[in-house]
């Protein structure tokens, strides 16, 4: 059975650029949550959707967003990129019934310059 | 608003010894705890899990313990080796959400 897949695993981006980053949950799932992980914050909650609709969303500004699409594969967008947006991204997926069943992708590691 | 905190940072460990991890949570909500392990250049991986109304679960060389007076919970690594080396991240999630609230994390080393 296939894992999460995230690409790219790997992106350079400058100041005030925009970026996509895309995930594909296992099959059959139908939740995908989003998080960014840093040395100093750790990993935090970005946002979660579930059937094409966000239903959970953390404390980040409206720079960061993101969609589902009817195969539930997500894709989150980070506008106005900053040097502290340089994180790795990691997206999780699950049936949506509850977190035990949660699977993290490897993550796209994110670098502003 | 730290919900989950962890310690230590850091944690250097002979082979064959245990290790100890430690989480404290504010939220009584919380009711389910897992732990997960994290290699570099991967996503973190679940390790092991529990709920509150267990006070310890153990599966292979990894227990976890629960103590929810104290909303303390511990992760021990026994007979610690060499490939357990990789930073570990204790989190916990309330019924009716599909999130995690995460600590730190403790970057664990087995020394040979």
């Known amino acids: 059975k296939a894992g999460v897949t995230q690409t790219p695993r790997y992106l350079i981006k400058t100041r005030g650029q925009q970026v996509t980053l895309s995930c594909s949950p296992i099959s059959g799932h139908r939740s995908v949550s989003w998080y960014q992980q840093t040395p100093g914050q750790g990993l935090q909650f970005l946002f979660e959707y579930f059937s094409e609709t966000q239903r959970n969303k953390g404390n980040f500004p409206g720079r960061f967003s993101g969609r589902q699409f009817s195969n539930s594969r997500s894709e989150m967008n980070v506008s106005t990129l900053e040097l502290g947006d340089s994180a790795l991204y990691l997206c999780?997926?699950?049936?949506?019934?509850?977190?035990?069943?949660?699977?993290f992708g490897s993550g796209t590691r994110l670098t502003v310059v | 608003q730290q919900q989950v905190k962890q310690s230590p940072q850091s944690l250097i460990v002979q082979k064959g010894g245990i290790s100890i991890i430690n989480c404290a949570y504010e939220n009584t909500a919380f009711d389910y705890f897992p732990w997960y392990q994290q290699f570099p250049g991967k996503g973190p991986a679940l390790l092991i899990a529990?709920?509150?109304?267990?006070s310890e679960k153990k599966e292979g060389r990894f227990t976890i313990s629960f103590n929810k007076s104290a909303k303390q919970f511990s992760l021990h690594i026994m007979d610690s080796q060499p490939g357990d080396s990789a930073t570990y991240f204790c989190a916990a999630s309330r019924s009716g959400y599909s999130t995690l609230t995460f600590g730190k994390g403790t970057m664990l080393l087995v020394s040979p």
């Open positions: 529990i709920r509150p109304d267990v």
């Open positions: 999780a997926s699950s049936t949506g019934q509850q977190v035990a069943g949660y699977t």
